[in-house]
Nanobody, 122 residues
Framework: QIQVVESGGGLVQPGGSLRLSCTAS????????MAWLRRVPGKEFELVAG???????RYSDSAKIQFTITRDTSKNTVYLQIDNLKPEDTAVYYC????????????????WGQGTQVTVSS
């Protein structure tokens, strides 16, 4: 059983930065594709960025400038650095593990964290 825990969200002013963390237990990121997705209430999940099991980085077209994804294999943790935050980045950010990248999209896996709230407001 894989367990996923996100952390690092919070309230930040426009232009600020946050680093979100996704830690998995029960499996390694080296064995699984993973993705960061975000969701605004009433809207669909939006893929932000992710990593294949081989360490290849995937970004959505809109995320390439603001978001940086990195992996620490010793801690089995994936980080999502978000810079120059804007109010429209306000969402719950989720880590998903065990999915599959197909073309430019990501097929969600069965393992989700509880999400971490990012609120961008002055």
């Amino acid at each position: 059983q894989i367990q996923v825990v996100e952390s690092g969200g919070g309230l930040v002013q426009p232009g600020g930065s946050l680093r979100l963390s996704c830690t998995a237990s029960g499996s390694s990121f080296s064995d699984n594709d993973m993705a960061w997705l975000r969701r605004v209430p009433g809207k669909e999940f939006e893929l932000v960025a992710g990593l294949t099991s081989g360490g290849n980085i995937r970004y959505s077209d809109s995320a390439k400038i603001q978001f940086t994804i990195t992996r620490d294999t010793s801690k089995n943790t994936v980080y999502l650095q978000i810079d120059n935050l804007k109010p429209e980045d306000t969402a719950v950010y989720y880590c998903n593990i065990g999915g599959k990248y197909a073309g430019s999209g990501y097929l969600n896996g069965r393992y989700w964290g509880q999400g971490t709230q990012v609120t961008v407001s002055s």
